[in-house]
C-alpha cells in the first residue's frame, strides 16, 4: 500500500492574497457569488455611484450601454472622480479608488462633506469592479481636464494620462469595462436587470 504523502505545514504555510488576487481569487467575498449575481454586482457598485452623485444633485442623466461582448459602460454627468495627487494620503487618488479597498470618499457621510446616503460598498465598489474586469477604462473630467485610465486583469497599464480640455465642457465620469470570465463563472447579464435596477433606482 503506496504511503501518503503529507505536505510539509510551516511557517512559509500561511500566505495572503494581494492586490488584485484579493478579489480575483476569492469574488464571493465581496460580491456574495462568483456566478451571475457576483457579476451583476460588480457593476451594481460602478452604477451606484453614478447614482449616489445624482440623488446629490450632481447630473441628471445616466447612460448605460451594453455591448456584445458583454462589456458595459456606465456615464454619468456629476463631479467627476478626483482622481490627482492627494496631498493628506501621499498617493493620487485614483490609486485609491481603483487599487486600493477600503478607500473612498463616504466615510465621512455624517460630516455633511460629501454624500448624505449611498447605496454601494463603501470604499470597494470602484476597486472592487476593476480588479474582476478583463479590462477596465475610466475617462474623467473635472477641474477642467480629461483623465484616462486603462487597466487589464486589476493592472495599471500607462499610468495616468492628463490634458487641459474645455472649462465649459460639462464635468462627469465613464467607465467601460467587461467582467472577467476568470473570475465569474457568467458574465452574460441580461438586459432585464439593467431595466429593473434602473426602474428602481430612478429619481
Known amino acids: 500500500m503506496a504511503k501518503k504523502v503529507t505536505a510539509e505545514y510551516s511557517n512559509e ?5 494581494k492586490g488584485a488576487d484579493r478579489v480575483r481569487k476569492r469574488p464571493g467575498v465581496i460580491f456574495g457569488s462568483d456566478g451571475l449575481e457576483g457579476c451583476e ?7 451606484s455611484n453614478s447614482i449616489d452623485e445624482a440623488r446629490e444633485g450632481h447630473g441628471d ?9 458583454h ?33 473612498g470618499g463616504k466615510y465621512d457621510n455624517q460630516s455633511g462633506e460629501n454624500y448624505e446616503y449611498s447605496l454601494g460598498l463603501n470604499g470597494l465598489g470602484s476597486c472592487a469592479t476593476q480588479y474582476a474586469s478583463e479590462f477596465f477604462d475610466a475617462t474623467i473630467r473635472r477641474d477642467g481636464f480629461r483623465y484616462d485610465l486603462h487597466f487589464e486583469k486589476g ?11 474645455d472649462r465649459g465642457r460639462k464635468t462627469g465620469s465613464v467607465f467601460h469595462w467587461r467582467p472577467d470570465k476568470q473570475v465569474f463563472t457568467d ?3 441580461p438586459a432585464e436587470y439593467y431595466r429593473d435596477v434602473l426602474r428602481r433606482q430612478s429619481v
Open 155 to 165: 493592472r495599471n497599464k500607462g499610468g495616468l494620462k492628463k490634458e487641459p480640455t
Open 71 to 103: 462589456s458595459v459602460e456606465i456615464e454619468d454627468f456629476g463631479r467627476g472622480i478626483p482622481v490627482d495627487y492627494n496631498q493628506a494620503e501621499k498617493r493620487y487618488n485614483w490609486e485609491l479608488v481603483f487599487c486600493e479597498l477600503y478607500a
Open 61 to 69: 442623466r445616466i447612460n448605460v450601454t451594453m455591448f456584445e461582448d
Open 187 to 189: 458574465i452574460n447579464i
Open 13 to 17: 504555510s500561511i500566505k495572503s492574497l
Open 41 to 47: 454586482h460588480s457593476v451594481f457598485e460602478i452604477l
